[in-house]
T-cell receptor, first 115, second 110 residues
Framework: DTGVSQNPRHKITKRGQNVTFRCDPISEHNRLYWYRQTLGQGPEFLTYFQNEAQLEKSRLLSDRFSAERPKGSFSTLEIQRTEQGDSAMYLC?????????????FGQGTRLTVV | RKEVEQDPGPFNVPEGATVAFNCTYSNSASQSFFWYRQDCRKEPKLLMSVYSSGNEDGRFTAQLNRASQYISLLIRDSKLSDSATYLCVVGFQGAQKLVFGQGTRLTINP
């Protein structure tokens, strides 16, 4: 287990199509985060899982976005009816359990282009 | 007001110079603070955590000022390899999320 793994690395899709991304965190990390990043901006928080429970979800996350972490291991992020504004880098990060925040370790991201 | 704000720069400084960045946060209940570094088209990577008493890691020094709600990063004797975007990150325990600033772009010139 060498780090957080995201697949695919790149995705080009036509507007209106559905896409799904996968994230495999570090095995002992029970916390998992999804972020979205556009050019010139910092990562924007989307959602947070602790084990299989989705504990926080950004109000920016429209109903076209859904994330799951069914067994508390890997996670998927699905975007339905993609729009050009969804084009961005989607980053997954995981961290160790603890009472406070542990530093996040990021995957290399999935770059989505909606044409 | 944004939850976490940084001066986006860009900062262009000569090699060997000292450079400092500030980052302000809006939630006084914030509990965790980090600086990340992001190279072009790469994922963010942890540079250092920021502790209440301030902390140093080689040429890098981080400070926290809770009264004024800002954190700072000081880079001494800057190297060409320090060129990157530096992201300030603040943890809001009640909201269970880590919020990133916009990032400050730094270029070290030979």
């Amino acid at each position: 287990d060498t780090g957080v793994s995201q697949n695919p690395r790149h995705k080009i899709t036509k507007r209106g199509q559905n896409v799904t991304f996968r994230c495999d965190p570090i095995s002992e990390h029970n916390r998992l985060y999804w972020y979205r990043q556009t050019l010139g901006q910092g990562p924007e928080f989307l959602t947070y899982f602790q084990n299989e429970a989705q504990l926080e979800k950004s109000r920016l996350l429209s109903d076209r976005f859904s994330a799951e972490r069914p067994k508390g291991s890997f996670s998927t992020l699905e975007i339905q009816r993609t729009e050009q504004g969804d084009s961005a880098m989607y980053l997954c990060a995981s961290s160790l359990p603890g009472t406070g925040f542990s530093p996040l370790l990021f995957g290399q991201g999935t770059r989505l282009t909606v044409v | 007001r944004k939850e976490v704000e940084q001066d986006p720069g860009p900062f262009n400084v000569p090699e060997g110079a000292t450079v400092a960045f500030n980052c302000t946060y809006s939630n006084s209940a914030s509990q965790s603070f980090f600086w990340y570094r992001q190279d072009c088209r790469k994922e963010p990577k942890l540079l250092m955590s920021v502790y209440s008493s301030g902390n140093e890691d080689g040429r890098f020094t981080a400070q926290l000022n809770r009264a004024s709600q800002y954190i700072s990063l000081l880079i001494r004797d800057s190297k060409l390899s320090d060129s990157a975007t530096y992201l300030c990150v603040v943890g809001f325990q009640g909201a269970q999320k880590l919020v990133f600033g916009q990032g400050t772009r730094l270029t070290i010139n030979p």
